[in-house]
């Protein structure tokens, strides 16, 4: 027979289960990254930051006007999954460029379009990255 004293730790050890579950996954998995890409010193005005760990979810964050960009990865600005991974830089494709309020910028080399030959990384840990400086440079 359990008595009032085992029911009531039951109770709140289901409700600590419960409650822990309630976050959505992403808020678990994942920290804000903010940053500004430059090339050759000069904002990147138009492209896509992205991301792509060797498991898990991609992350894309679009570059605005001034060069700045946020990171999400299930929404718009939810931030990358905690760990190292690989980051790419890509230009507007041509056909979508009139989609963007700011014209497409300066040709962004290919080889930060490669995550293989980017040479770019990051390391996000909980606490996020709130100024990540991504600095490319012509070839």
Known sequence: MINRKNQ?????????LVLSGCRPAHQRDTAPVRGRVTLDGAPVT???????????R?????IQSDGSFTMGTYNAN?????GKHPVVVHPVPAD????????????IPEQYGVSSRSGLEIDVTPEGI???NI????N
């Open 46 to 56: 138009s492209g896509f930051v992205i991301v792509t760990p060797e498991i898990g």
């Open 130 to 132: 709130d100024n990540l």
């Open 135 to 138: 600095e490319l440079r012509s």
């Open 58 to 62: 991609m992350a894309k964050g679009i």
């Open 8 to 16: 009531i730790w039951c109770v709140v050890g289901l409700l600590t």
């Open 78 to 82: 939810d931030g990358v999954q905690l």
């Open 96 to 107: 979508e460029g009139g989609s963007f309020k700011h014209p497409p910028g300066p040709s």
